[in-house]
């Protein structure tokens, strides 16, 4: 008889990073996944199941409007601990550093069913920068009995931390399977140009012009870390709007989170600017084919740091930290943290300099090759056994 193991997830990039490990454990032989969702981010959460056929065995539906931390971590411990001791799993696992993965680990550890941290040991080392992610990520990796580390410099953070290291496994950021195997899916449906921008809600003249057009360049935008809410978007605007002023053949796309306190400055600042297309967030699926066709990223996405070089797509990193110094390290990130001129300074290094555009698209993804998945699978059926 199979053995369960629960997958929970709550937002967006949970679900992408943990699709692959369903896939992987749905053909296992020794094990099954369970597929649990709190529900903290409703409508994006429900696109990224969509992209992948996926659809939870169990929706605990715990968003609700004006949410604090304290109240959604509550619901997420109490309902969690009830669900699990219905579910009986032989194992739970969390992906990242959300309040759905600090209240699922905690009910976990008070039911005592081992816990499995996908994206352990992330760490910027300073708790105001990403507040509260940082935190919750460090807390959650010393109850687990499996830290699943994507790269080696994440491991050595763990056993810093002395975290055993029997605990401890390397195995690649299981974002990189999701990204390769959307880019296939986009592939073998060969969905039109056309199709994608309306989708997407891409003004006619932008797609005419940047995306069917051959050698046409433009810019992907993203943005909503809250430690840059304020002045941080404020400067992140200013620095767009320059950008388009410099380079007046260069288009600059922007899905808009629908944060408030993003959509504010973003509208207010660059709501009338030619060179701009601000559009609602998309769906995954269209996000991968709008990066595979863009120039270069601009983003403060921990997600896009890890999936972009896998595509070729150097990226500006607007904060001033990050838990992913290996991009960095590697050469395919640089981090501008959101001061104008730093920002502009980047990037107008890379739009002139072909040569070293070209060297930066080149390097190899320091996140992974694809197979993060099943490098967990087989490690949870030796564990399980």
């Known amino acids: 008889m199979k053995k369960t193991v629960a997958l929970v997830v709550g937002t967006r990039p949970e679900v992408i990073k943990m699709a692959p490990l369903w896939f992987a454990l749905r053909e296992s032989d020794r094990l099954q996944p369970l597929l649990i969702s709190t529900g903290q981010h409703r409508e994006m959460l429900d696109q990224a199941f969509a992209v992948f056929g996926l659809r939870p065995d169990l929706d605990l539906g715990l968003m609700q409007p004006g949410q604090s931390l304290p109240d959604l971590t509550a619901r997420v411990l109490t309902s969690m601990t009830a669900a699990l001791r219905s579910a009986h799993p032989a194992a739970v696992l969390v992906q990242g550093d959300t309040t759905t993965v600090l209240g699922t680990a905690l009910a976990a550890f008070y039911e005592r069913i081992p816990v499995g941290h996908v994206e352990a040991g992330l760490r910027t080392h300073n708790l105001e920068s990403p507040w509260p992610e940082e935190m919750n990520r460090r807390l959650a990796d010393p109850i687990s009995r499996w830290c699943f580390a994507p790269t080696e410099w994440s491991a050595a953070n763990l056993t810093a931390e002395r975290v055993p290291a029997a605990a401890v496994h390397v195995t690649g950021n299981t974002v990189v399977d999701a990204l390769l195997w959307v880019r296939a899916k986009g592939a073998r449906d060969g969905v039109p140009v056309a199709d994608l921008a309306r989708r997407c809600g891409i003004p006619s003249a932008f797609r005419e012009t940047f995306l069917e057009r051959p050698g046409r360049r433009f810019v992907l935008i993203t943005g909503h ?119 502009l300074a980047e990037a107008d290094g890379l739009l002139a300099d072909p040569a070293e555009y070209t060297r930066r698209s080149a390097l190899k993804n320091p996140y992974g090759d694809g197979t993060a998945a099943r490098r967990i699978t087989a490690i949870l059926e030796r564990d399980l056994a």
């Open 225 to 343: 870390r809250r430690e840059s809410f304020g002045q941080g978007f404020e400067h992140i605007c200013q620095a767009i709007a320059e950008l388009g002023r410099r380079h007046p053949d260069l288009g600059l796309l922007y899905p808009v989170h629908l944060n408030p306190q993003v959509q504010e400055p973003v509208r207010r600042i660059l709501g009338d600017n030619p060179r701009v297309a601000l559009i609602p967030p998309v769906g995954y699926e269209d996000f991968i084919a709008l990066m595979d066709r863009c120039h270069l990223v601009l983003s403060d996405s921990g997600g896009v740091q890890e999936e972009a070089p896998s595509l070729g797509k150097p990226v500006l990193v607007m904060r001033d930290t990050t838990e992913r110094p290996e991009g960095v390290s590697a050469g395919t990130c640089r981090l501008v943290g959101t001061n104008p001129a730093r920002i």
